[in-house]
Nanobody, 121 residues
Framework: VQLQACGGGLVQAGGSLRLSCAASGRTFSEYVMGWFRQHPGKEREFVAAVSWRGGSTYYADSVKGRFTISRDNAKDMVYLQMNSLKPEDTAVYYC???????????????WGQGTLVTVSS
């Protein structure tokens, strides 16, 4: 599956951004979808995941209560609504997909190109 993310940008601390990711090439509903991020100079880390039909979600502790992941299987889209942003949320965000729930949250097979989110203090 091919993944194309967009929606990054510059925002002040406390603000909001919504990332979008368009999927193509395979049956979207067969994939768990998620988001990872990479801080400058650090390894990529899990952010959030949503199950095949959207019934279950899972978040990293660092974003729980502030970020919301959702998907629209009719449009082959996945979203990440980010509220109450903090400077430490500054990172390149990657849309990811995998058929397996556990693997999607650890080492997903499919990755989109990153989109940069910068949160100023």
């Amino acid at each position: 599956v091919q993944l194309q993310a967009c929606g990054g940008g510059l925002v002040q601390a406390g603000g909001s951004l919504r990332l979008s990711c368009a999927a193509s090439g395979r049956t979207f509903s067969e994939y768990v979808m998620g988001w990872f991020r990479q801080h400058p100079g650090k390894e990529r880390e899990f952010v959030a995941a949503v199950s095949w039909r959207g019934g279950s979600t899972y978040y990293a502790d660092s974003v729980k209560g502030r970020f919301t992941i959702s998907r629209d299987n009719a449009k082959d889209m996945v979203y990440l609504q980010m509220n109450s942003l903090k400077p430490e949320d500054t990172a390149v965000y990657y849309c990811v997909g995998d058929r397996d729930w556990t693997i999607a949250r650890t080492s997903p097979e499919y990755w989109g190109q990153g989109t940069l989110v910068t949160v100023s203090s």
